[in-house]
């Protein structure tokens, strides 16, 4: 009886959560109800209001696979511009540098009107983290200026293809101080910062609640563990057929070394990090989650990461920088040393996957089995680091390491497709692995202990017909800025 009452908790509460862990209280509309005339007049509403789907997060969940495509195309982006924001720094836009925060609003044409969009300016600490006072380092510049490393954040999809015609378009008060113009496959978008405008979009893309530990965006919601927040209870994507299915079981976090012989092994997992929440930077396009990460063997702290997760309405970066005191000494000790990073996802199976260094096209379905092309599926770090997820239930996951050249590591990526896979974690919720993908890191560099990657997942509700290749190209080439005067 215990066995079942541990099985049926965490089932019921998952139902709850399907719609408590949303904005929304109530079931969603059905899947792929927004037909003929009335999905023209989305598109033609969007294209006037950025924000549209914020404001009525339904739309979300109404639409298509085949309608995402439509819509993403209709508004002349692709589907990584769709999910990427962009940043500008104050040193790239000299009209910024240096005026107060809270005077500067952001703007773009759209239909022929200009209307604020949703942004945010995030200052940085000394060491290169988002700063918030209370809970940040020194911050690196002056507070509530735009200055040094602070950065302008807004949706890369709210810019407008329409420039700015000063005699058509005007403010009510206040006045446009800098045009941002980006080039991007041949096409050209704009948007443009105001000071002193009472202009504003109150739309939020993302909203994080710090005392119920959850997250609801546009495009999907989650609730991570109170005691651990790299331990996710629950997640679910807004969109597709199943909106109540469970997407995530558990994300993988493994380390395991002998310890100058190859045995026995040590092995800490997610389980020995003591992940606390040091607080929350609130804004309406990403919220910042800084973390205070304990790595414990035996119940000891042995040393502490920070960094933060940030998290997009779409998306998620996890940067981990780390430099261990004597770290030097414990790299000479550690005999064969295997870090496992991965995703444990929840019964996909008619979903595909692919990863860096297969033939393109060339997809693997997930069905419970493993092929011998699936027990081969390469991927080497750090010069192919991606792997691509097609969930079959209307949305998708891409999944990239950054790397830096410089960091001498050797690693392959992983990828497991069972019904009952050989490898169990505790810590896991659902005994299956439909899929299991990640990265393990195989060997690390002698004489040093420096971590700097950054982990970046992105959500899309699909990355269009062209396939997973062509969205980590647009990854790798993003739209280029040009900060400049406005047009008079």
Known sequence: MRRIGTIIRPLLAGCVMAWMGTAWGVAPAPYDSLKGEAFDQFVTRLKADPSLMAKDKDLSFRLSTAQW?????????????????????????PQLAGKRIDTLSVLSVRAGKLVPIPFQIDERDEDGWIYEPGMSGKIKGSEGVFDADDELVFMYRDTGSERLNPAVHHLADGRIVEELKYTYNGKTRYAYVAEGSSLRDPSDY?????????????????????????????????????????????????????????????????????????????????????????????????????????VYDQGITLPVKLHIPGGEILTRVLNKPLIDIGLDMHELKGGRFVSAVNPSGKYHQVDGVMT???????????????LWLESGRGWDVVMKFAIPPDWPVEGRGTYVDAVKPEKSYAYESFPDALPRFGFQVTKLPVGKLDIDLTAILWFPATVGQAGPERFIKQMDNPPRLEAQSPPV
Do not use: C
């Not at 999910?83 to 836009?93: F, G």
């Open 69 to 93: 495509d439509q819509m993403v195309q209709a508004m002349d982006l692709d589907h990584y511009t769709w999910v990427y924001a962009t940043t500008v720094k104050a040193n790239q836009s």
């Open 206 to 310: 993302v909203q994080y609640d710090p005392k119920k530990w959850t997250l609801d965006a546009t495009f999907f919601n989650f609730r991570n563990n109170p005691k651990n927040i790299l331990m996710f209870e629950d997640f679910r994507a807004n969109a597709g057929p199943t909106p109540e299915h469970r997407v995530l079981d558990t994300l993988i976090l493994e380390i395991s070394t002998g310890v100058m012989v190859p045995w026995p092994r040590v092995t800490v997992d997610i389980r020995n990090l003591q992940a606390e929440l040091a607080g929350v930077k609130h804004g309406p396009v990403r919220e910042v989650l800084k973390l205070k990460i304990w790595v414990v063997v035996a119940g000891i702290p042995v040393f502490r990461i920070l960094t933060d997760m940030t």
């Open 372 to 386: 011998p092309e699936e027990k081969q599926l390469d991927i080497r770090i750090p010069d192919a680091t991606w």
